[in-house]
DNA sequence: GGGATTATCAAACGTTTGTTCAATGTCAAA
DNA sequence: TTTGACATTGAACAAACGTTTGATAATCCC
């Protein structure tokens, strides 16, 4: 083929752009400024990917397709032990944030740019990186969710959604900029840090899940057995 | 001056740029789409802002400056109800976050593009508008770090960094995106019932500042008070 | 009223963006 | 050696971007 790099081109232009796109959001990575860091031509992307969504796409299946499967091993191994009964909040929220780490860690020497990817994107404003985001994880999230409610049932399911979705927040905050984070807080947070971080993260939550309800709408006291979740549109 | 219209342009540029912000982010908005949604020429934003980064410090300090202004005299108010003495951690987060919250319902019409604007730029990649939105609270937030400390002094200082980072994080990203949050729970959040999400986040985040510490660098670690147990079962 | 200051405007500037296309190179099978 | 599929390239496209300019109205002060 051609004589000047180590990793096949497509290769290079899925790392290039996961940095890009990492750093500076879908729209404010530029194609020219991911083909110059890759060495790569222009229309080589268009080659392989068809277009910058396309190549968008293609960097969220490389790293999220492991990471989905991932989700699913650990929730398995988490019902095995459970063996039907109800799991410990700390235990759920250990197995939900870990895969996410792991990854960061894993996916040598570009550990924080996937990191910082992750965290981009759950915050990402663009309709169409959400809904490809989103797409991704809908089930997973979806297991979660009931392994909480299960483990919760006292709690409202609004509740319960609401504290799901500020742990989303929280994590894509952190994650997005640990730069950022390290020198606000003087240096005493480190998101690199990942066993602190999850540490912090299932200390916090675990305790908000155990907070009294907040919803006067009637908790699982209404029913014996809610069902497990009704409506999850599109 | 001129016929058309209710508001001075100046406001009128302030309002679609705020808007604009909100939807899509500094870089996401145009200024041609700003002005034509204000019904101004192009060259009117820089003769009274001087460039697009101008016009979004401006759009910053309308909003933000009564903002700290608010901060301040709940803060004050809070240290005449303490005299004193600790605070009950419910009260210093919902102090901390009914201002934004209430700007968002105040500021009328545009109440939910603030408050997705503050969503957004909490989160906004670009370090530019990260230095400008932090200088408008630095010491605001130094104040309820302060405050916070002091109400639960035995947590390591660390613990309580992460902890109030976890706390922007989740407001911000359910600030940014009330209507994505309202679809995917299915109605059961809706970001624009601020009562209710006050109540959630204080709910939730003062039992988590209630969670054993986790940093083993704890000042007040060894003082007698409980280690953790985190083996409580729900 | 007249001169200076303040507002407003249309038009253009030079970049940068995502995208396309035709041409060329590479390389194994026929 | 020819064929044909795959891979790579430079050059160009139209559109959108932030910004500047120079002229023209509107307004105010003396």
Redesign the pocket.
């Known amino acids: ?2 004589q ?1 790099s180590e990793q ?3 290769t290079r232009i899925l790392d290039a752009a996961e940095r890009a796109f990492a750093d500076l959001g879908f ?1 404010g ?5 991911i083909v110059q860091a890759a060495r ?9 990917f ?6 968008m796409a293609a960097v969220f299946e490389r790293r999220f397709g492991p990471l989905r499967d991932e989700h699913w091993e650990a929730l398995q191994k988490l019902d095995k032990e459970a063996q039907g009964y109800p799991l410990p909040m700390e235990k759920i929220l250990e197995t939900m944030l870990r895969p996410a780490l792991r990854l960061a860690t894993a996916a040598a020497p570009q550990g924080r740019t996937v990191m910082r990817l992750i965290g981009r994107i759950a915050s990402d404003p663009d309709p169409r990186i959400q809904e490809l985001f989103r797409g991704q994880f809908r089930e997973v999230r979806q297991a979660y969710l009931e392994r909480i409610h299960r483990s919760a049932p006292e709690l409202p399911e609004a509740d319960i959604l609401w504290r799901f979705e500020f742990i989303w927040g929280a994590f894509a905050f952190v994650l997005c900029n640990p730069a950022k984070l390290e020198r606000i807080t003087g240096g005493m947070c480190n998101p690199a840090d990942m066993n602190t971080l999850l540490a912090q993260m299932v200390a916090c939550f675990a305790a908000g899940f155990r907070a009294p309800a907040v919803s006067r709408t009637g908790p699982a006291s209404r029913c014996g057995k809610r069902r497990p979740n009704a409506r999850d549109r599109v």
């Open positions: 083929m051609s000047p096949s081109r497509k729209e990575a530029s194609l020219r400024q790569v031509n222009l229309a080589t992307v268009y080659y392989y068809g277009s910058k969504e396309g190549l």
